[in-house]
């Protein structure tokens, strides 16, 4: 991914695209859940406090300019939600956001709820790389909250250093169920990927623009303008309507 450039953004009309024109250094840490919104969807997160407080919601185009060309983040039709960041509040992805996290811990599923783990991946997840993802039971709950609401969703996590990607996984979730991380990144990185079949294959992809192909905005490039640290989440925020 690019670290140099520049995105600032200015202020969105009422409707029609994004304009962000600034500083585009990749963040070092993405712990997020995506999702194709629908109106189940939305409302269900609106009204849980715990995901509200830490939803947003792109429903517009956001246009930027990359190494003086012009490029554009088009979301899918009902917009991308975005649950950010979510993860261990005492970890170092915890402590690398400056805003509160939305703690893993706090989201469970039901323990008979079947769920594809990361371990599934055999030796490609060693002890260490589990202790950086997300409990069993916080994939449990991403399953049940996909099948209630008929919803495509896909927890993705990367950590990044000096520019280079030294963890990439994700969780797919709806209409497929897949679990995949990069086990040599570059431009199309060799990713281990499994699904419920037990089809474990390494296939040649960049796993972000590949999840959120699936989500319905797929990516022109491996740059993505919602990992810069510039981006500004806030003008996103979810509204929720006042009780």
Same mark, same amino acid.
């Given at each position: 991914?690019?670290?140099?450039?520049?995105?600032?953004?200015?202020?969105?009309?009422?409707?029609?695209?994004?304009?962000?024109?600034?500083?585009?250094?990749?963040?070092?840490?993405?712990?997020?859940?995506?999702?194709?919104?629908?109106?189940?969807?939305?409302?269900?997160?609106?009204?849980? $406090?715990?995901?509200?407080?830490?939803?947003?919601?792109?429903?517009?185009?956001?246009?930027?300019?990359?190494?003086?060309?012009?490029? +554009?983040?088009?979301?899918?039709?009902?917009?991308?939600?975005?649950?950010? $960041?979510?993860?261990?509040?005492?970890?170092?992805?915890?402590?690398?956001?400056?805003?509160?996290?939305?703690?893993?811990?706090?989201?469970?599923?039901?323990?008979?709820?079947?769920?594809?783990?990361?371990?599934?991946?055999?030796?490609?997840?060693?002890?260490?790389?589990?202790?950086?993802?997300?409990?069993?039971?916080?994939?449990?709950?991403?399953?049940?909250?996909?099948?209630?609401?008929?919803?495509?969703?896909?927890?993705?996590?990367?950590?990044?250093?000096?520019?280079?990607?030294?963890?990439?996984?994700?969780?797919?979730?709806?209409?497929?169920?897949?679990?995949?991380?990069?086990?040599?990144?570059?431009?199309?990185?060799?990713?281990?990927?499994?699904?419920?079949?037990?089809?474990?294959?390494? +296939?040649?992809?960049?796993?972000?623009?590949?999840?959120?192909?699936?989500?319905?905005? $797929?990516?022109?490039?491996?740059?993505?303008?919602?990992?810069?640290?510039?981006? $500004?989440?806030?003008?996103?925020?979810?509204?929720?309507?006042?009780?």
């Amino acid at each position: 991914m690019p670290v140099d450039g520049h995105v600032q953004w200015t202020a969105p009309a009422a409707s029609g695209p994004t304009n962000l024109n600034g500083s585009n250094h990749m963040t070092w840490y993405a712990s997020e859940v995506f999702a194709r919104c629908n109106d189940a969807l939305l409302s269900a997160v609106r009204n849980d $406090p715990l995901l509200a407080a830490h939803a947003y919601l792109i429903d517009a185009p956001v246009e930027y300019t990359l190494h003086d060309e012009p490029g +554009v983040f088009a979301p899918p039709e009902g917009g991308l939600l975005v649950i950010r $960041p979510v993860c261990d509040p005492d970890t170092d992805c915890a402590e690398w956001h400056s805003s509160e996290v939305l703690s893993w811990h706090a989201l469970a599923g039901q323990a008979h709820t079947p769920v594809l783990a990361p371990e599934s991946l055999g030796g490609h997840v060693d002890s260490d790389l589990r202790d950086e993802l997300p409990p069993d039971d916080f994939f449990r709950y991403l399953k049940e909250l996909s099948i209630a609401h008929k919803a495509d969703l896909v927890y993705f996590y990367c950590y990044m250093w000096g520019g280079d990607t030294e963890i990439e996984y994700a969780s797919f979730f709806g209409r497929r169920e897949e679990v995949s991380f990069v086990v040599k990144s570059g431009v199309l990185s060799q990713v281990a990927r499994n699904d419920p079949n037990n089809a474990l294959r390494v +296939v040649e992809l960049d796993l972000l623009s590949d999840a959120l192909s699936y989500l319905g905005a $797929p990516l022109a490039s491996p740059f993505c303008i919602l990992h810069t640290r510039s981006f $500004p989440w806030e003008s996103f925020r979810l509204r929720v309507p006042a009780l």
